[in-house]
């Protein structure tokens, strides 16, 4: 499965927010960072794609498939979504919560197969002792992390993931990525996550697209896109791409004078 978006345009009424977005084949596996600052269009980009909001130009392709103006239910078996704000039915446990996202696209009858999935995904993710917590009693961080267990079960062909990490302390953002990985690896999705960290970014994708003011700027690996000029202006930083002594990439900002 690979995913290709040609001169994709996006907005809201009358204003245009992406412009000529243009992204060569993403294949099943990849584990792709969607950086960029506050306001960039990231969001947007991943309404566009799960279906929420209409594309006003361009193509998207599975394959050669044009899903571009797929029917919204459609298009949501075939792409998995995590927006920002999350949320969920206040009375379900976390484990009928994640079931129900599982059965919202693939009918509601529920197979001792769908038990064994979700049972999986949770304890994929490090949840299964929260099984059945309720969702109103999960701290934050806790509830994000079940929504990534929301839209991994369905293991759909795209899995988008918008700040997935934002919530969550060091050891649960390693945990989550870490997490997430290994399941691109087991299930070879395509997944992109909008990532405010250039570390976490650095240390888990495999390709980064930067994107500011609705356009793509560069689309590369991790080295070559966190060495470019165009990050410390993009951030309006000063940045300096560093190894550590066990060879990974890190980004030392700091503010310019």
Not at 65 to 75: A, E, G, L, Q
Not at 237 to 244: F, K
């Amino acid at each position: 499965m690979t995913l290709t978006i040609e001169h994709l345009a996006a907005g809201y009424g009358n204003r245009t927010v992406l412009s000529d977005i243009s992204v060569p084949e993403i294949e099943d596996g990849a584990f792709v960072g969607l950086i960029g600052p506050n306001a960039s269009g990231k969001s947007t980009l991943f309404k566009t794609l799960a279906g929420l909001i209409p594309a006003r130009a361009g193509t998207i392709r599975l394959n050669d498939d044009d899903v571009t103006h797929m029917r919204r239910r459609d298009r949501s078996q075939r792409f998995g979504y995590m927006p920002q704000a999350f949320g969920c039915n206040a009375l379900l446990t976390v484990f009928e919560s994640v079931l129900l996202a599982l059965k919202q696209t693939s009918g509601w009858r529920v197979e001792a197969e769908n038990l064994d999935q979700v049972s999986d995904i949770l304890a994929a993710l490090g949840l299964s002792h929260l099984s059945n917590r309720g969702i109103a009693d999960l701290s934050g961080g806790q509830a994000q992390m079940v929504a990534v267990a929301q839209t991994l079960v369905r293991a759909p062909d795209v899995i988008l993931l918008d700040e997935p990490t934002s919530a969550l302390d060091l050891h649960h953002q390693l945990s989550i990525m870490t997490s997430i990985k290994t399941e691109v690896r087991r299930h070879r999705p395509v997944v992109i996550a909008a990532l405010h960290d250039l570390n976490l970014a650095a240390k888990f994708c495999d390709r980064l697209i930067l994107l500011r003011d609705g356009k793509i700027l560069a689309d590369g690996t991790p080295e070559t896109i966190l060495a470019l000029s165009e990050i410390g202006e993009t951030y309006k930083v000063e940045t300096d791409l560093e190894r550590t002594t066990r060879g990974a990439l890190y980004v030392d900002a700091r503010l310019s004078a």
